[in-house]
């Protein structure tokens, strides 16, 4: 019988209980896919769980879990801050730093020796080795140890971390690419000049669900409308325009609409909004599905998404969405549904959301049509059909 | 507030042409003035870096910051909620803005004075620009119009 095909996955954190992001649960799902279809998959990640601050809080070693086995490595100590915050806040003016710089600002960032270490002395075990997200210094360094049979999951959105030249570098270096949508790669393509015969589009899928509208407004004594968000809360992500657009909405339309939150992160509310937020913090996933199924719209302020999993599942939900339309893949998403509205300034996100409210016929047909689509697009059969075709593809890569 | 202009029916729901719509809306009702004012401007804040590219946005949210550049420093009406001690203490409160009110008018002219100055500089940058990227776009058109067809 021959041996099953073996494969790592690295990312800076492994999905599991509070620790969530869009980015880490992509792998984690795909992961479990390849060990449903008898690959075997070794998941090499941090012993930590919280984003902001790094800590060490799970041992290091082995655990198997959903049948992969997760690799703990501890984060470096000894981080020089400072350093790296100086230059990130460059960065994020979009002032330009140098090379070493850059370099500075990656030596700061999160990285794990352990983890290199290992990569260095077993990587060549592994048939190819997926990688993501790709803003992380444990990717840039981890992706330099075995390129020729480095995949790249890079979660890219067009931010100005995505305009570093050792960003740059890590992607030309790299064997090949999965993307999670048209317009990330297409972002790629231009940011990078790939040779896009190296990609693949794999995206994820997402599993079906009951929801129950009725029993989450029960408990939470909801009689009032409600528009959600899910996810971490934090400037990158939009929170804070969505509160200023929120409350800006309830004081010109006069219109009692409040506000679901749930994961994780601090947010500073106008006074005014503040009672009419009802934040969850972390909840189930049957609690956050029937929160979703429940909204008037789910609510994605961000313009850096690569995926999107939550519009997604809140239109398995059959809740239409209102995105940002700055961003290229969530209103490329609506487009292609039919499933969602999206706004580039606070006029149009009124009358987006005035609309969704006064016509329910209108954004039930919108629900109906988001569902249609992630259930035609991100079922689990075809993404696993595009993912073992980029993994068993021959890359005609400079490595090879 | 918003109003309903729209006529949709659910089944065949088309989001480009509903949000084609949304932009009309928006547009027609940004001309009469229903989307003016400083408010809205300070709404805008976190979404500037959202639309660099969006030249239509610019364009709005000058017109708002010019509704909002002036800080009305006109002389308003005294109150106190507290009705026993009112007629005192509106007394008092208005012999204290009698004496404030000088260093006030003062420090809020000048503040005026800098922020109408900054947008004025602003708007001069954006039209200057706008002007350039005419005068080139105009060139470039002549230059291709110049080409041999291919």
């Not at chain 1, 990078?192 to 669900?209: A, K, N, P, Q, T």
């Not at chain 2, 729901?13 to 027609?28: F, G, H, K, S």
Request: hydrophobic share 40%; glycine share 6%; proline share 5%.
């Amino acid at each position: 019988m021959a041996s099953p095909h073996r494969i790592a996955f690295v990312s800076p954190r492994f999905s599991e209980g509070p620790t969530i992001g869009g980015a880490e649960t992509l792998l984690r799902k795909l992961a479990e896919r390849l060990v449903a279809a008898g690959w075997q998959v070794d998941f090499l990640t941090t012993c930590a769980r919280n984003h902001f601050t790094w800590e060490n809080e799970i041992d290091p070693g082995e655990k198997v879990i959903a049948g992969i086995t997760v690799r703990y490595f501890p984060v470096d100590s000894g981080r020089d801050l400072g350093a790296f915050i100086d230059v990130q806040n460059r960065i994020s003016r979009s002032v330009e730093v140098s090379r070493d710089e850059e370099l500075t600002w990656h030596r700061n960032n999160v990285n794990s020796t352990a983890l290199y270490d290992y990569l260095r002395a077993e990587g060549h075990r592994y048939e190819k080795i997926v990688m993501g997200p790709y803003l992380f210094a444990l990717i840039y360094f981890a992706s330099q140890i075995h390129p020729e049979r480095t995949l790249l999951l890079p979660c890219l959105h067009n931010e100005c971390f995505a305009y570093l030249k050792t960003i740059r570098e890590m992607f030309l270096n790299v064997s090949g690419w999965l993307f999670n949508t048209e317009p990330e790669r297409d972002l790629a393509a231009q940011l990078y000049g790939l040779d896009l015969s190296r990609s693949e589009v794999v995206g994820m899928g997402i599993d079906g669900f009951q929801a129950d509208p009725d029993h989450f407004r029960r408990s939470h004594g909801l009689t009032a409308p409600y528009i959600i968000y899910s996810g971490r809360r934090e400037p990158m992500k939009g929170t804070p325009l969505l509160l200023d657009y929120l409350d800006m909405f309830r004081e010109r339309t006069g219109r009692d609409i409040k506000l679901v939150l749930t994961g994780s992160g601090p947010y500073d509310p106008p006074t005014r909004l503040a009672p009419h937020i009802i934040d969850l913090g972390f909840v189930t996933e049957q609690e956050k599905h029937d929160a979703m199924a429940g909204a008037v719209a789910f609510c994605h302020p961000s313009v850096n998404e690569s995926f999107s999993i939550v519009i997604l599942e809140s239109w398995l939900a059959e809740t239409p969405v209102l995105v940002h339309a700055a961003g290229d893949v969530m209103p490329s998403h609506c487009r292609k549904s039919n499933g969602g509205l999206w706004f580039r300034n606070y006029p149009e996100f009124e009358e987006g959301l005035s609309l969704l409210l006064e016509y329910p016929a209108v954004r039930k047909a919108m629900g109906k049509s988001g569902q249609r689509y992630v259930q035609t697009e991100y079922a689990w059969v075809s993404v696993e059909s595009r993912l073992l075709k980029a993994l068993l593809k021959v890359y005609p890569g400079r490595h090879q | 507030m918003s109003t309903g202009p729209f006529e949709i029916g659910a089944d065949g729901v088309d989001v480009e042409r509903i949000n084609a719509d949304i932009r009309d809306t928006v547009a027609a009702k940004m001309k009469s003035g229903a989307y003016a004012g400083a408010q809205l401007a300070r709404a805008e804040r976190f979404n500037l870096m959202n639309l660099k590219k969006d030249e239509n946005f610019f364009e709005f949210y000058m017109e708002s910051l010019r509704e909002a550049v002036y800080v009305d420093i006109n002389d308003f009406e005294i109150r106190e909620r507290r009705a026993g001690l009112a007629p005192l203490l509106v007394r008092f409160k208005k012999t204290l803005w009698s004496l404030l009110k000088f260093y006030t008018y003062r420090l809020w002219s000048q503040q005026n004075q800098v922020n109408g100055l900054l947008l004025s500089a602003t708007e001069e940058v954006d039209r200057k620009y706008r002007d350039k990227i005419k005068t080139l776009e105009e060139r470039i058109a002549k230059l291709e119009s110049r080409l041999p067809p291919a």
